[in-house]
Nanobody, 124 residues
């Protein structure tokens, strides 16, 4: 499956962004989807994940209600709504896919397919 992330940009602290990730090539609804991010000089970290049906979601602790992951299987797209942005949210955000499993995975090694990333920059 091929993934194309978009929606990043420069935003002031307190603002919002909606990231999108469009999938192609395979049956989208067979895949669990995740969002990860990588800040300069840091390792890529888990942000959020959603299972193949959209019925199960998981978030990193730092999200604290500011982020919402969702998907539209009819449009082969997963979204990440980010509110109350902080400068520490500055990072390249990556979407990722894995074949649907019994449990939702938070580990980047579990995801086989990755998009190219979209840069989010939050100014203070």
């Amino acid at each position: 499956v091929q993934l194309q992330a978009s929606g990043g940009g420069l935003v002031q602290a307190g603002g919002s962004l909606r990231l999108s990730c469009a999938a192609s090539g395979r049956t989208f609804s067979n895949y669990d989807m995740g969002w990860f991010r990588q800040a300069p000089g840091k390792e890529r970290e888990f942000v959020a994940a959603i299972n193949w049906s959209g019925g199960i979601r998981s978030y990193a602790d730092f999200v604290k209600g500011r982020f919402t992951i969702s998907r539209d299987n009819a449009k082969n797209t997963v979204f990440l709504q980010i509110n109350s942005l902080k400068p520490e949210d500055t990072a390249v955000y990556y979407c990722a896919a894995r074949e649907g499993g019994v449990e939702l995975s938070l580990y980047r090694g579990a995801y086989s397919y990755w998009g190219q990333g979209t840069l989010v920059t939050v100014s203070s």
